[in-house]
Structure formats: structure tokens, C-alpha cells
């Protein structure tokens, strides 16, 4: 069985090495046995495991959830409607954003609307708006 060395790993995986660290700390890698030497010896599969940990963070989901997907691939008892579940939580969650997002730029484009940019920084009413109470 093939055993890289963490700087094998983090560079087939496209990582730093502080990243798998991190990784093994919060409990989404092993932590791998160590060779004779003192160095840690990661299987091979470490490389897809990182890279599935990467995909889901690209996707979205937090490193809690990245976790809780990585515990349904090896529980015998969890199904795809248990993914299915979480990917549609996770949906939501993004629509959801995007509504804030979309909510910021509309009131940034009234507030550009708003400056001719030939007033005095007194009277801004950018930084006006900034300072006044939200409702």
C-alpha cells in the first residue's frame, strides 16, 4: 500500500500543508500512523478524501456539514435521501443568501442613485445614509 509523506499529500491534493493539519485536527482526516521515522504515512486514499473535502467547501457547505457528509459515505445505515437532504438544506441556504446579497445591491445602487459626487463630504449622502439608523 502506497504511503505518502504530508508534503506528498498536500501537493497532490492541491493544499497546504497547514490545511491538512487543520483537517486532522478537526476530525475530518485521521490522523495517520507514523513510519519509523517519525513521519506522518497517509494512504492514498487521504488524496480523495481531501479533495472531497474541498469539493463540498467549493459547493458551500461548512466544515460541521463537510463532517456530517463524510460520516454518511461510511455509515451502512445512511442512504442518498440522506444526502439528498442535506444538498437540498443546503439550496435553500444559498437562495437565501443570494436574497441578502441582492438586498445590499439594491440599496447600494439607491444610494449611488442618490450622489451626484459633486457634493462636499458633509453632505454625502452615501456617508449620510452609512451613519443613520436602518430600518
Same mark, same amino acid.
Not at 502506497?2 to 497546504?16: D, H, M, W
Not at 497547514?18 to 493539519?21: G, K
Not at 445602487?109 to 451626484?116: E, I, K, M, N, S
Given at each position: 500500500m502506497?504511503?505518502?509523506?504530508?508534503?506528498? !499529500? #498536500? &501537493?497532490?491534493?492541491? @493544499?497546504?500543508l *497547514?490545511?491538512?493539519?487543520y483537517?486532522?485536527?478537526?476530525?475530518?482526516?485521521?490522523? %495517520? %500512523?507514523?513510519?519509523?521515522?517519525?513521519?506522518?504515512?497517509f494512504?492514498? *486514499?487521504?488524496?480523495?478524501?481531501?479533495?472531497?473535502?474541498?469539493?463540498?467547501? #467549493?459547493?458551500?457547505?461548512? !466544515?460541521?456539514?463537510? $463532517?456530517?457528509?463524510?460520516?454518511?459515505? /461510511?455509515? %451502512?445505515?445512511? /442512504?442518498?435521501g440522506? @444526502?439528498? $437532504?442535506r #444538498?437540498k438544506?443546503k439550496?435553500?441556504?444559498i437562495?437565501? &443568501?443570494? $436574497? #441578502? !446579497? &441582492? +438586498?445590499i445591491? +439594491?440599496?447600494l @445602487?439607491? =444610494?449611488?442613485?442618490?450622489? +451626484?459626487g /459633486?457634493?462636499?463630504?458633509?453632505?454625502c %449622502?452615501? =456617508? $449620510?445614509?452609512?451613519?443613520?439608523?436602518?430600518?
Open positions: 502506497e504511503r505518502l509523506t504530508i508534503g506528498e !499529500l #498536500a &501537493k497532490q491534493s492541491q @493544499v497546504n *497547514e490545511t491538512i493539519r483537517y486532522e485536527r478537526q476530525g475530518l482526516i485521521p490522523e %495517520p %500512523p507514523r513510519s519509523s521515522s517519525g513521519y506522518r504515512a494512504g492514498a *486514499e487521504s488524496v480523495g478524501q481531501i479533495r472531497f473535502i474541498k469539493h463540498a467547501q #467549493a459547493l458551500g457547505f461548512s !466544515l460541521k456539514e463537510v $463532517k456530517e457528509l463524510l460520516s454518511l459515505r /461510511t455509515d %451502512p445505515h445512511s /442512504t442518498g440522506d @444526502v439528498r $437532504k #444538498a438544506a439550496i435553500i441556504d437562495e437565501e &443568501k443570494i $436574497k #441578502a !446579497l &441582492k +438586498d445591491k +439594491d440599496e @445602487v439607491q =444610494l449611488v442613485a442618490a450622489c +451626484d /459633486t457634493s462636499s463630504i458633509s453632505d %449622502p452615501i =456617508l $449620510k445614509s452609512l451613519g443613520s439608523e436602518r430600518t
